[in-house]
């Protein structure tokens, strides 16, 4: 689009940043990391579909120090887009939209996000028996 | 002095031309995977360090392959719905667009395709 030479709006750069404008765009961005994590699990899948040497080699990769701190983003991502994603849907309703209560349930989000993402991991170490 | 014709505020479609298609899908197939994805990270938890055969114990086990296969739906139904705003914000150029958008939508078919084949696979397989 040619803009010509007019005076252009200040762009994100120039605003400070918020609780508001931050959890926003990371809405964004954990989905999209949500989305490379998603091709993942579809070779996860077809790796067990293929057979169980292919399945282990699957295995080993994602318990690799590298897999897991991807799993350990992955977790994050998924409990803070699911947890923001509640918190739109109350949006839609029309609710919480007053600026104290946007910044009270931003910080559940990311509270309940990190929380959930601390269960989860105790869990599955839990279960392995502390491996 | 309404500024649409009485033929657009019929058909309530805006800019977009789909109307409030993508917004509700959007949120339906969110809606859906608010359960689905906390079974599935209760699930993986589950199955963490397993071999095929426990894998396999687990898609043939109570409600796994059905919950699995919805899982998988609504995922890359939402992801699809997802990336396609994404790529609208940020692709300016005509072409690039039409071409993302119409490689996103048949990315999201084949992951969908691809990933349910192959539990049918496990689960039916030897």
Redesign the interface.
């Known amino acids: 689009?040619n803009t010509g030479n007019r005076p252009l709006s200040p762009h994100l750069q120039v605003y400070k940043p918020q609780i508001t404008s931050v959890l926003s765009i990371l809405h964004?961005i954990t989905?999209?990391g949500?989305?490379a994590g998603?091709?993942v699990?579809?070779y996860w899948?077809?790796a067990?579909?293929y057979?169980?040497d292919a399945?282990?080699r699957a295995?080993d990769l994602l318990?690799s120090w590298l897999g897991r701190l991807l799993l350990l983003g992955w977790?994050w991502a998924?409990?803070y887009h699911?947890c923001n994603?509640?918190r739109?849907?109350f949006w839609?309703a029309g609710r919480g939209l007053e600026l104290p209560q946007v910044h009270i349930t931003g910080w559940i989000v990311v509270v309940a996000s990190l929380g959930f993402t601390l269960i989860?991991w105790f869990?599955?170490y839990g279960?392995?028996g502390g491996? | 002095m309404a500024l649409r014709s009485d033929l657009g505020r019929v058909r309530g479609l805006g800019s977009a031309k789909d109307g409030t298609s993508h917004w509700w899908a959007q949120r339906v197939t969110a809606v859906a995977l608010v359960p689905l994805s906390i079974w599935f990270v209760f699930s993986v938890v589950n199955l963490v360090g397993v071999d095929k055969d426990g894998f396999k114990v687990w898609l043939n086990g109570p409600g796994s392959f059905v919950l699995m296969a919805l899982f998988l739906i609504a995922l890359f139904y939402h992801m699809q719905l997802g990336l396609q705003v994404v790529i609208e914000d940020y692709v300016h150029n005509e072409r690039n667009k039409v071409i993302s958008l119409v490689l996103n939508k048949l990315l999201a078919v084949f992951l969908v395709v691809s990933s349910i084949t192959a539990l049918m696979r496990i689960a039916f397989g030897g």
């Open positions: 689009m964004r989905g999209i949500l989305a998603a091709l699990l579809v899948l077809n067990a579909a057979g169980p399945f282990e295995q318990a977790t998924l409990f699911l994603g509640i739109h849907m839609d989860s869990a599955s279960l392995l491996v």
